[in-house]
């Protein structure tokens, strides 16, 4: 994989642990979710403008893949509801490199290298791991983990398709988010009201400040399955899961032990195999 795609995939993962981050640490975590996906509509729509629209061939994957987007929203907010940033989210985001590659062999007909492979593995290994507290995988929300991380596969490569199919990755990220960005407000006024949705609140600014960040995260990782294979861009991205457990530790409270270090050392040397 060329050095500048395993780079801009790296700043993805990043960008994608700080508005996890945020998102875990709000306390309405649907309504900040929503909030987020706001930002993204009207943002996705403003940059779809200066685009040209993607092939019609594509059409159908932006909308599988935004409503598959408001599936993993939904868990995702479930699972952090009763379980913290640094077993939750590695859970989600460990499971999904497999799976990805796996339905991109199926659907798609990828292959990936033998090492490559064994990175991937190394990485979703790796990640899995730094939800085990003293060997045991105690995580309250271990269903609605591994649910998200089926919604990130189906999605992920959903999106490498269609971006494929698109001949325009970033007219396709953008008409994709904005869909995905108008459904769910619809949800949540079906969930509550759309009164609550629109008040003024703590965490107002920051949920929309999130969801520019996210849109950044996933245009990148959307640009890079076009032109990579889908399931290695995935293990690289899901080295976000290394930047949380930072995160967590630093601003959440959450504890950083050795067993976690030795889990990122993992990580990183399948990302090294991969890239």
């Not at 932006?62 to 993993?72: F, P, T």
């Not at 798609?108 to 990640?127: C, D, Q, R, Y």
């Not at 949800?187 to 629109?198: C, E, K, N, Q, W």
Request: with cysteine; hydrophobic share 55%; charged share 10%.
């Amino acid at each position: 994989m060329p050095l500048p795609i395993v780079v801009l995939i790296l700043f993805a993962a990043l960008l994608h642990a700080s508005w996890n981050a945020l998102l875990r640490a709000g306390n309405d975590r649907l309504w900040s979710m929503t909030v987020m996906c706001l930002a993204v509509a009207v943002a996705s729509a403003g940059i779809a403008l200066f685009l040209p629209a993607p092939a019609v061939a594509s059409w159908p994957y932006a909308v599988l893949s935004g409503v598959l987007h408001v599936g993993y929203n939904l868990f995702l907010v479930r699972s952090y509801k009763v379980g913290d940033l640094g077993q939750t989210y590695p859970i989600a985001r460990g499971s999904s490199p497999i799976l990805i590659t796996l339905f991109a062999l199926a659907f798609a007909g990828e292959t990936v290298s033998a090492s490559a492979l064994f990175g991937i593995a190394l990485v979703s290994g790796g990640i899995i791991s730094l939800a085990f507290k003293q060997r045991r995988l105690a995580v309250p929300s271990l269903p609605y983990a591994l649910g998200t991380g089926c919604f990130i596969a189906a999605y992920s490569v959903t999106d490498g398709i269609g971006a494929r199919l698109s001949g325009a990755p970033l007219a396709y990220t953008a008409w994709m988010c904005a869909l995905w960005g108008v459904l769910m407000p619809l949800v949540y006024i079906g969930l509550r009201d759309a009164r609550s949705l629109f008040a003024q609140r703590p965490g107002f600014i920051t949920a929309l400040a999130g969801g520019l960040v996210s849109l950044l995260a996933y245009g990148i990782v959307i640009y890079a399955m076009a032109e990579a294979p889908m399931g290695a861009v995935s293990a690289l991205r899901e080295t976000s899961v290394v930047f949380a457990a930072l995160i967590g530790y630093v601003f959440l409270g959450e504890s950083l032990s050795v067993r976690k270090l030795l889990a990122c050392v993992v990580i990183a040397s399948g990302t090294m195999l991969i890239g």
